[in-house]
């Protein structure tokens, strides 16, 4: 109520320029009033709704979506919040917006003049319908008023407040609690719950920081329940909220990033054990290079003694008193041939327990290391240290994905068709492979002259429901014909189909593909008019 008594002066007689969302469950008002301007965002994300004002943002150029087309260019004339229910009523010159915090249901419902109800949040017709006359029943109010609550005494329980007054919230419930327990005599619950409300509406807001769980809560200065906390006061709800939701999504980010790290060392942790596990085994079982050398040896003491095409043969063993001691031969090989068969796999078995050993070293350092660095992530509190913890354990984020693209796309020829669509290149045959099989999208339009060797082309699509101009398809082919061996033809055929239907099979040279379909376009090789070549980097 607070919140929205602010909201109230502040936007009074504000128009509503646009109304768009570009983020999951997040709205976005843009205002306007004489030569002012503002933003309100609305949150219907169930774990975290809320209502604020920005006074700077910037909408993105592609991937935002319009809402209430009907009330742009309306007036704010006020906003109110139902006595006994959390739902905020922005009213307009004609129609009203209704902003409903409701759990999973939270949703943004325009009620203007007419019958067009229309909701954020996908609803069905006739639960809009029901929802507005529900809402219409409720009392509004515009100023900080704190409720009468009809309450007996003492009588009802702590626990039943919550269901009979939906606007009570989890953390009056709990600082309630609070106040009741510390109170050594008995407390009345009413007095205590008026007090709760007059230090809401009056005090001054804090936003407390729990940095050991992380964890961050807004509330009136003087709640009892965070006095142990560290805080930072503000007089405004509104600064209050967005410093709340700042840090909160600061917060939000390290919980996250601790996630992922925590996730992928566990990963790499277990791996690299069974890892040693298994040189430890074969460091234990030790080399055969000495019983391999015997072999060998023996063999050749015996060389004309021993017949040829033959599996086995058994012989004395001179190294132990002559016992007779088989031995396994390959008859495809001669006797000499088996001999230093046998002395090749001594000297590769004493390698390979070389190499076991130093590789058991290395992987017992980097376990160490990883092991160490686990141990600390609880008390990693800075967002830059977990990032660059991040990139040095090679964790892909979608962060670093885009962040990837953009480094392939300088390793592509760049050009522009019509100053809008965007046409990439490949350079040889491993940018071609890199641009078909790591760039371009199931979406985008593939390119390649017929029957003849050129580069790879793709036109990326940005928006899947936007029909791409045959013109610009055809210009987009002339570019792949101009760079191939049909540059100098008068007229060349080049296939284009969608990306999803190029595949890279095993064992396909580099930069070779195949097409599951295809349309063929008959053009002049050239850059044509309207292609404007943007970069080689």
Same mark, same amino acid.
């Given at each position: 109520?607070?919140? $929205?008594?602010?909201?109230? =002066? ?11 969302? /570009? ?22 994300? @169930? ?15 592609? *991937? ?10 309306? $007036?704010?004339?006020? +906003? ?15 129609? /009203? ?44 109010? %515009? ?24 606007? +009570? ?10 106040? $009741? ?6 407390? !009345? ?29 807004? %509330? ?11 805080? $930072? =006061? #503000? ?17 939000? !980010? ?16 277990? &791996? ?5 596990? *298994? ?76 190499? %076991? ?7 017992? /350092?980097? #376990? ?5 660095? %686990? ?19 090679? +964790? ?17 020829? /760049? ?34 002259? &017929? ?14 429901? =936007?029909?791409? @101009? ?22 060349? @055929? ?14 396909? =040279? ?14 002049? @090789? ?12």
């Amino acid at each position: 109520m607070r919140l $929205t008594s602010e909201l109230n =002066e502040v936007l009074n007689a504000f128009r509503i320029s646009k109304i768009y969302s /570009q983020e999951k469950n997040k709205l976005m008002f843009e205002l306007y009033r004489n030569h002012e301007q503002c933003f309100v965002e609305l949150s219907v994300d @169930p774990g975290l709704p809320y209502i604020t004002l920005k006074k700077e943002f910037h909408r993105a150029k592609k *991937n935002t979506i319009d809402f209430f087309n009907e009330a742009i260019g309306k $007036t704010i004339s006020a +906003i109110e919040i139902a006595l006994y229910d959390r739902i905020i009523r922005i009213s307009l010159s004609e129609g /009203q917006i209704y902003f409903c915090i409701r759990g999973k249901y939270t949703n943004v419902i325009f009620n203007p003049e007419g019958e067009n109800i229309s909701s954020f949040k996908k609803e069905e017709d006739s639960v809009l319908k029901n929802l507005i006359e529900e809402f219409n029943a409720f009392n509004y109010a %515009a100023t900080f008023s704190i409720p009468s609550l009809e309450l007996a005494e003492n009588t009802i329980e702590i626990a039943l407040l919550r269901k009979k007054y939906s606007f +009570i919230g989890k953390d009056i419930i709990v600082e309630l609690e609070r106040r $009741t327990t510390e109170t050594a005599s008995s407390i !009345n619950i009413l007095n205590a719950i008026n007090e709760i409300l007059v230090s809401i509406k009056q005090d001054k807001v804090a936003v407390f920081m729990d940095t050991q769980n992380e964890e961050a809560y807004i %509330a009136p200065s003087l709640f009892k329940i965070y006095k142990s906390l560290d805080k $930072t =006061e #503000f007089n405004s709800s509104i600064d209050a909220l967005n410093h709340y939701l700042s840090k909160s999504y600061y917060l939000v !980010n390290i919980q996250n990033k601790k996630k992922l790290i925590t996730k992928h060392l566990e990963k790499e942790l277990s &791996r690299i054990a069974n890892k040693l596990n *298994n040189l430890s085994a074969l460091i234990a079982q030790g080399s055969k290079a000495d019983e391999y050398e015997k072999y060998a040896n023996l063999i050749l003491i015996n060389l004309n003694r021993i017949p040829k095409n033959i599996s086995t043969i058994e012989i004395e063993d001179v190294y132990r008193s002559n016992e007779p001691i088989e031995i396994k031969l390959d008859k495809k090989l001669s006797v000499q041939k088996n001999a230093g068969k046998y002395f090749k796999l001594a000297k590769n078995d004493k390698i390979k327990l070389e190499k %076991a050993k130093e590789q058991y070293q290395d992987l017992q /350092q980097v #376990f160490e290391r990883l092991k160490s660095i %686990a141990e600390k992530i609880p008390d990693i509190d800075d967002n830059e240290k977990l990032f660059k913890l991040m990139k040095e354990l090679k +964790i892909k984020t979608a962060a670093f994905k885009g962040e990837t693209k953009e480094k392939l796309e300088n390793k592509f020829k /760049q050009y522009l068709i019509d100053g809008k669509y965007k046409l990439f290149v490949g350079k040889d045959s491993r940018s071609n492979d890199l641009l078909t099989t790591k760039f371009a999208r199931p979406n985008d339009y593939w390119f390649h002259a &017929r029957s003849v060797s050129g580069s790879h082309a793709v036109l990326k699509v940005e928006n899947v429901k =936007e029909e791409i @101009p045959k013109n610009v398809l055809k210009k987009a082919a002339a570019v792949a014909a101009y760079h191939s061996k049909s540059r100098t033809s008068g007229l060349a @055929p080049v296939s284009f189909t969608r990306k999803k239907y190029v595949v890279k099979k095993k064992g396909m =040279e580099p930069g070779m593909a195949a097409l599951l379909k295809e349309e063929v376009l008959l053009v002049k @090789p050239e850059i044509p008019a309207g292609v404007e070549f943007v970069t080689n980097d």
